[in-house]
């Protein structure tokens, strides 16, 4: 069974940093990514990337945030630098089995879900 737990989340202000991790248990797949979801809003891909290859940052946050993953410790990250007001939100961490890195992938594209952390930046 897929599990996946997030953590590092918090409040921030405006230009402050804050790195997500995402700890993953069982067969993960070959695709992992880290959504965010603002209240009112659909949940939308922040940053995803595929074992064979393939990275995605979604445009607001290109030369800001960094995803990565540690093999050896199954853990996903997401460093989030240059904050701003606009990246508040539920910040959750999807994993799926398919091999393919879609170039705007979306919730549909990923099976598995972790239960979501906070990230508040004030102004």
């Known amino acids: 069974e897929v599990e996946l737990v997030e953590s590092g989340g918090g409040s921030v202000q405006s230009g402050g940093s804050l790195r997500l991790s995402c700890a993953a248990s069982?067969?993960?797949?070959?695709?992992m990514g880290w959504f965010r979801q603002a209240p009112g809003k659909e949940r939308e891909a922040v940053a995803a990337?595929?074992?064979?290859?393939?990275?995605m940052y979604a445009d607001s946050v290109k030369g800001r945030f960094t995803i990565s993953k540690d093999d050896a410790k199954n853990t996903l990250y997401l460093q989030m630098n240059s904050l701003k007001p606009e990246d508040t939100g539920v910040y959750y961490c999807?994993?799926?089995?398919?091999?393919?890195?879609?170039?705007?992938?979306?919730?549909?594209?990923?099976?598995?879900w972790g239960q979501g952390t906070q990230v508040t930046v004030s102004s």
């Open positions: 069982g067969y993960i797949g070959n695709r």
């Open positions: 990337r595929a074992r064979l290859g393939g990275t």
């Open positions: 999807a994993a799926d089995m398919r091999w393919e890195m879609p170039s705007s992938p979306t919730a549909a594209d990923f099976s598995y």
